[in-house]
């Protein structure tokens, strides 16, 4: 048996481990998307890798040490991000809807495949993960052998917290990527001090390698939690230009017809932005401009006569751009209301009644969060947030949306989308080639344009909108031909598979030994259905709450805190496995069936109390599932080792999402986990015989 104090070590260096690996794998997603800006539309490859790497290494508790490797790691995969930095990665297929363009890279080197970096990002990211994933397991053996398991799993739970509210707070205060790594890097450094000298070195030198690196390759003004921005005054006109990531982003065009402009650019800019005001024609007095950046839309409003303006902007130190560098200045006007959220948060909040709503270029490159296979604006480019929109609209307003399309298909979406929202086709407007290429005009305040022929065609548009997969909440996927999982992501998840099963078979034999004597599905089925919960809970709260980084963190942490909740009940007062599961398995119909809409109170105390008991009770009970069933296993780490490869295939399968829909993930949670409860009662059955 461990005696206290052992006990007391095992839990604070546990802990501080937990602490660690949640806060680098912030710090990973964050600024390999920044360095290598493919991975910004796919940053759940450093949550899956992760998951990957910490269960391999709570396998190999009790073999030979491998905490050099760490830091090691970690100069390999900062050396490899950087070296990515230089290289153009493009798509070659549609289905893949990335749209980049390396503003920042004189020369660069051109790979048509962007499949590279995110196979080399999965593999390098597992790696810097796997002597972590040894602590943690060998930590766990120790409560184990000490029979108290569940100490050793809220020790690590308690950790994990700590690592999400601390990284919300350096993104509070726009901390950059150095900063980040000299936390945890900082951390870890009380795992060295007992070792010897020959491996503090080690992870002294590559630590000092690591933040010279961050220190020499920043190029960045300033770190939102969204993006890595940079400004500069272009070379053609009198705008600035923005950066996200190293890729274009937005430009802060002379918009005021007062400017004098000297280049094409501005010119054709000071054209087409206008376009909705002529057509209207008369003078918007209240305008809601979302996606409102720099504030391009806003100037115009302003050009054109506007008595108020709501600005609304989710990046903040995007605001702040505009504010002191666009050449208008819109965000001074005592006439403009500027909003730090999203736009379906606006909207659905908002009692205002608008002449014009401008769905400005809200195209992000960044997805909603780590966990979701979703882009940040695939909430605003749905039908419903059109609803939303129409709903906002007095009786002769009208809304414009521009939009950069790049193909067929991503036109039909839109203007399929108009139609069923607004209960007719929209007007669009073509031939413009800056920021924007066409301009969809929607609701009563365009009808004065509609001729005959436009009223004959109507019922034919309606027709052909109904054969189009239009984006819903539950099937955000603008940029996707149809429901289904293209060949493209197919290859991705079967490569990380491959890969999955390969570091498996060669560096956690113990995994292997267990999976040919005695595979643990039950901890391998929870987590398999926790990841999806998760990954779905995270979405929904977006909607109901806002899709920012705030949210997210909020979100993120409370489930954390709830499993933590659930755990320490097991421990005070145990109910039996049976009942919890059924409590389980009525909460996720519950989710199932309710629809989040019926979450959206207008009195924010309502809204939180019935998040928290929709989000809420299944975690909960889910964790109260976890622990009692953990808190059996004979090997702490292995279980703890198969539960994680569960997380593994649940981020993979949640790619079916693509096919099936946000809200059926719940289905394929529930089914996992029935699954686990049959396990269960057929391990007991085979105990009793």
Known sequence: M????????????????????????????????????????????VLISAFLGLGIGTMRAGRKPIMWLWPVSLVVLVAATLGMHQIAFTNRHASEFLWLLYFDIPNPTVVRDVRPPIIIAFLLTAIAFLPLGQIVGERLQEFTRAGAPLRGYMADLLGSLIGVIAFAIASFYRAFPVIW????????????????????????????????????????????????????????????????????????????????????????????????YRYLGRRPRHVLVLGAGTGNDVAVALDYGAERVDAVEIDPVII?????????????????????????????????????????????????????????????YTVDCMRAARDRLTPDGGVALYFMVKSGPIHDKLFAMLTNAFEEPPLVGTGFKHLFNEIFLAGPGWRHLQTTQRHALAQSARDASAQIDVPTDDWPYLYLDSRSISGFYWSITILFALIAAAMIAWLAPEMRRSASAHFDGEMFLFGVAFLLLETKLVTQMSLVWGATWLTSAVVFASILFMILVGTLAMQLRPISFEVAM????????????????????????????????????????????????????????????????????GGLIELL?????????????????????????RAMAVRAA
């Open 2 to 45: 461990e005696t206290s104090d052992g006990l007391r070590r095992a839990a604070i260096e546990l802990t501080l481990t937990s602490f660690i690996v949640l806060f680098q794998e912030l710090t990973l997603i964050r600024w390999m998307s920044t360095e290598v800006r493919v991975l910004a539309y796919f940053p759940n490859i």
């Open 657 to 681: 999402a693509m096919a099936v829909g946000l809200r059926a993930l719940t289905l394929i949670a529930l089914t996992a986990y029935l699954g686990a409860f049959l396990a269960q009662r």
């Open 181 to 276: 790594f000299a936390i945890f890097l900082i951390a870890g450094l009380f795992l060295f001090l007992r070792r010897s000298k020959a491996l503090l070195a080690i992870y002294a030198g590559c630590a000092i390698a690591i933040l010279v690196a961050n220190v020499v390759t920043e190029t960045a003004m300033a770190y939102s939690p969204y993006y890595a921005l940079r400004a500069h005054h272009t070379w053609q006109g009198k705008g600035v230009q923005v950066l996200a990531n190293g890729s274009f982003h937005q430009y802060a065009a002379p918009l005021a017809h007062t400017d004098l402009v000297t280049s094409d650019l501005d010119r054709a800019l000071q054209v087409s932005y206008p376009v909705p």
């Open 320 to 380: 702040e751009m505009g504010r002191s560098l666009h050449p208008d200045h819109p965000y001074r006007f005592d006439r403009v209301r500027v909003f730090n959220t999203d736009a379906r948060a606006y909207l659905r909040n908002t009692p205002e009644k608008y002449d014009l709503i401008i769905f400005g270029t809200l195209d992000s490159m960044t997805r909603l969060s780590a966990l979701a296979n979703v882009r940040l604006d695939n909430f605003v």
């Open 582 to 649: 059924g409590a389980l398995i009525v909460a996720l119909v519950i989710t199932f069936f309710l629809p989040t809409t019926t979450l959206l109170a207008q009195n924010m105390t309502m809204r939180l109390a019935a998040s928290v008991l929709f989000a809420g009770a299944p975690v909960f009970f889910a964790s109260i599932c976890f622990a009692l069933r953990f808190k059996e296993r004979a090997n702490a780490n292995l279980a703890f080792g198969w539960n994680l490869a569960g997380a593994v295939a």
